[in-house]
């Protein structure tokens, strides 16, 4: 029986009644038993099996209880949980994404390398099977949150005699394994919330593979997609996010103000408030399956908007606005777009075009996906990775 908004609701109620807030694990994973983490998951999964939109109905019933942390667990909840749902085996399913929601277990995302980031296809990192192991030997880069991940997704080249698309496999990697050595890259905020990650012999029990062999390319695929929703798609208040922190400066000091930036703050509202809602639109549209790549548009005007608000955000400021909190180095515990001051978020910004898929993709992506435009010529499409010039 499909679950209408009340009886959601009365389930949100009853549990909210049951459980004490004020332990945290606790009572998130309670929350994710009773299928109000994800209703639109199946049960015994954290969900209800019932229509993705009355998630927004638990979330007001549980407002100001324990929630995921999305700093930490961004990777987790937007990329791995979706796919290991979608391909993942049932005892694949049981065994990570409880510990996953409630935040006990933390994830990364070991795609891009060093020459393969815009072009992931041509990855290298290898994954020879050695019975009911795989032994994997590569490289990683840009891998946020690695230095405290319990587990990573991965995807890694099986078959190099086959065009690259054709040849990779999807894993999860034991973050803790012998060979996984983590290395921080300091970003030019001054912080290290990048990593590069060594493999080194690392074995995994076939029994961490998603999907099947060969087939890594489709569940990447789904994996990407799903990032591409979770940076530019989430839900976002009106005025919430740059928007907002860059109105309330305006409103707050009148002093800085000019007749040019308040035309340019308005222009960037009304882009805001597009962007807000045809993320709204977007999330509807989940309702009926897997994200597609319309997301990858949302994500594009995610980046763009970002760094437009806080590039303005810091020339409304002034001189003031050059000032710089901390430049002290340290490895950061979570991932965070708007925390801190004017200069961290200007420099952070910086990112929101590279990560998540550069914008010349996505651009890419659109013209041909969505709007249906004539790709660009691919002379290595059909050409065995290990045939390809490097």
């Known amino acids: 029986m499909t679950l209408d ?18 332990d945290r694990t606790g009572f998130l994973r309670a929350r994710f038993d009773a299928g109000l983490a994800w209703v639109h998951f199946p049960e015994g999964l954290g969900g209800l099996g019932a229509p993705r939109e009355l998630q927004n109905v638990v979330e007001r019933e549980l407002a100001g209880t324990p929630q995921p942390d999305p700093g930490t667990q961004a990777i987790g909840l937007g990329m791995a949980a979706p796919t290991i749902l979608a391909f993942g085996t049932r005892e694949q399913q049981e065994r990570f994404l409880r510990p996953l929601w409630t ?9 891009s390398e060093p020459g393969a980031g815009s072009d992931l296809a041509t990855l290298a990192t290898r994954a020879v099977r050695d019975g009911d192991e795989w032994v994997v030997d590569g490289q990683k880069v840009w891998t946020s949150g690695a230095h405290h991940a319990r587990w990573a997704i991965l995807v890694a080249r099986t078959d190099p005699g086959v065009p690259k ?33 060594f493999l080194t012999g690392v074995r995994l029990p076939d ?14 695929t789904t994996t990407l997609m799903n990032e591409r929703v979770a940076i530019g798609g989430g839900p976002v208040r009106r005025g919430g996010g740059m928007i907002g922190l860059v109105a309330d400066t305006w409103r707050s000091r009148p002093e800085l103000r000019t007749h040019d930036l308040h035309r340019r703050l308005l222009a960037l509202w009304v882009e805001s408030e597009v962007t807000r809602l045809a993320g709204a639109r977007l999330r509807e549209q989940l309702a009926a399956g897997q994200p597609g790549p ?6 594009l005007s995610f980046a763009s908007l970002n760094q437009a608000l806080s590039a303005l955000d810091v020339e409304l400021r ?14 950061s515990e979570s991932v965070d777009f708007f925390g801190r ?5 200007y420099l952070r ?24 435009l004539p790709p660009e010529p691919r002379v290595d499409k059909d050409v065995p990775w290990k045939d390809l010039p490097r």
């Open 165 to 197: 698309h054709r040849g990779l496999t999807y894993f999860v990697c034991d973050m803790h394994a012998p060979g996984v050595e983590v290395r921080p890259l300091r970003q030019i905020t001054g912080e290290a919330e990048f990593n590069e990650v």
């Open 341 to 345: 001051g004017p200069g961290y978020r």
């Open 207 to 220: 029994s961490l593979r998603l999907g099947a062999v060969g087939d890594g390319w489709r569940v990447a």
């Open 103 to 111: 935040g006990e277990e933390i994830w990364c995302q070991l795609f």
């Open 5 to 22: 908004e009340e009886a959601v609701r009365e389930r949100a109620v009853a549990f909210l009644a049951g459980h004490d807030p004020e």
């Open 294 to 299: 319309e997301g990858s548009a949302m994500k």
């Open 349 to 372: 910004a910086k990112g929101n075009s590279i990560e998540g898929g550069t914008s010349e993709i996505l651009r890419n992506i659109v013209a041909e996906r969505v709007l249906g």
């Open 318 to 331: 002034g001189e003031e606005g050059l000032e710089y909190d901390d430049w002290t180095f340290r490895r």
